[in-house]
């Protein structure tokens, strides 16, 4: 299986549990792996036999900055239903789900969820 990495995109939006995150909203970090036969793509050097990547960024965009939900599970299922609805040589999806400042206490990096959708090797 082949791989398009859309790596560490970056969005604000407003999801979350307690009032103050979908009142002042925060960032959110999203790496999306797309599993694709890129073989004919390869051979071929046309758009049509691979998946645009521009494309799943706006997707990723409207979602993440789109209407609050929240868990990150939620958006991460989201983004996951809609990227492989819209692209059918996506054969699985990787959703990596990053909230850089969640608003609770201690000494950590951020907070993440990832879930794997379909066929992913």
């Given amino acids: 299986m082949d791989y398009i ?5 970056e969005f604000y939006g ?3 549990v307690f009032p103050e995150e979908t009142k ?3 960032r959110f970090r ?3 792996s797309l599993a694709v036969d890129l073989k004919k793509a390869g051979d071929t050097d046309a758009l049509e036999h691979t ?3 521009g494309e799943v960024y706006n997707t990723c965009k409207s979602i993440v900055e789109g209407e609050p939900k929240k ?3 939620a958006v991460a299922e989201n983004l996951a239903a809609r ?3 819209a692209h059918p040589l996506v054969k699985g999806i990787r959703i990596h789900l990053i909230k850089p400042d969640p ?3 201690g000494h950590y990096k951020s907070v993440a969820v990832e879930i794997t959708r379909g066929e992913f090797i």
């Avoid at 990495?5 to 995109?9: D, F, R």
């Fill in 5 to 9: 990495h859309l790596n560490e995109m």
């Fill in 14 to 16: 407003y999801h979350g």
């Fill in 24 to 26: 002042l909203g925060q």
């Fill in 30 to 32: 999203v790496t999306v």
């Fill in 51 to 53: 998946v645009h990547y």
């Fill in 71 to 73: 868990l990150l599970e």
């Fill in 83 to 85: 990227i492989l609805s």
């Fill in 103 to 105: 608003p609770i206490p």
